[in-house]
Structures are given as C-alpha cells and as structure tokens.
C-alpha cells in the first residue's frame, strides 16, 4: 500500500463513521471531531476501522496524533513504514 492510498482511506473510514459529511470541504488541519461533528465514541469507532482495515496497532497514547486528516495521514504512514 502506497501512502499516496493513505488520504483515501482515512476519508473513507470517516464518511463510514459521518455518512454525511463532505469530505472533499474537510480542512486538513481542522480537528475532526469539531469538524465532522462526531463524539468519542464515533472517533474509537473510527481508529479501529484503521487498525482493522490497515493492520497495524494504534496505542491509546497515540489517538490525538489521529485528530486530524495531515496528522492520521503522517502518523499511519509512518506505522505502515516500520512494519
């Protein structure tokens, strides 16, 4: 898997947890929460489709380096990286 892939799948793990928002408007550096409108129970939800999805292991200790699209992108490619 390429980390150009990465974007994409991040997007489209968060259109399965927000079917309504509008990715393509999502600021990069907005906090996806705030930005997605979605609770700690949706933002669990949603690094575990990561982990499922991608295979990797995502610490507790690690989940506000997922808080936003350039933040998840960095961090799941460096993940991806060392494995």
């Keep these: 898997m390429s980390a150009l892939d990465l ?3 991040v997007k489209e793990e968060l259109s399965n947890i927000a079917p309504d928002a509008d990715m393509k408007a999502l600021d990069p550096r907005a906090d996806l929460r705030e930005a997605l409108d979605i609770d700690s129970m949706d933002f669990l939800n949603f ?8 295979a990797i292991e995502i610490a507790e200790i690690d989940y506000p380096k997922l ?3 350039d933040k998840a992108v960095a961090y799941l490619g460096s ?4 494995k």
């Design 47 to 54: 690094i575990g489709a990561l982990h499922r999805r991608l």
């Design 67 to 69: 808080m936003t699209l």
């Design 7 to 9: 974007p994409a799948i």
């Design 79 to 82: 993940k991806l990286t060392a």
